[in-house]
Nanobody, 125 residues
């Protein structure tokens, strides 16, 4: 069982930056893909970014390319989402996820995915 805890959300003005962290416990993640999703007001959950734990390959949704960076830290067992040049459209609850299914890298979730509790990011104009 993978246990995920997110931190780092908050309120920031447009153009500002935030750094989200996801601390992972419960098992080794060599074969896992980690991802960040978000759910804005009155919206469904959408894929933001993913990283393969084994080789650090990354993938991003088009709207965050060039602004967000996902990375993982073996020593700390954490996944980080650095978010720069934020805009009000980025306002959402951000969730960390972990799944051993390879399709998770492409933004596909399965019934076996583990999720954190979410952290709120609010960007004011």
């Amino acid at each position: 069982q993978v246990h995920l805890v997110e931190s780092g959300g908050g309120l920031v003005q447009a153009g500002g930056s935030l750094r989200l962290s996801c601390t992972v416990s419960g098992r080794t993640l060599t074969d896992y893909t980690m991802a960040w999703y978000r759910q804005g007001p009155r919206k469904g959950r959408e894929f933001v970014a993913s990283v393969r734990w084994s080789n650090s390959d990354t993938r991003y949704t088009d709207s965050v390319k060039g602004r967000f960076t996902i990375s993982r830290d073996d020593a700390k067992n954490t996944v980080t989402l650095q978010m720069n040049n934020l805009n009000p459209a980025d306002t959402a609850v951000y969730y960390c996820s972990a799944d051993a299914a390879s399709a998770h890298f492409l933004g596909v979730t399965t019934e076996f995915a583990s999720w954190g509790q979410g952290t709120q990011v609010t960007v004011s104009s």
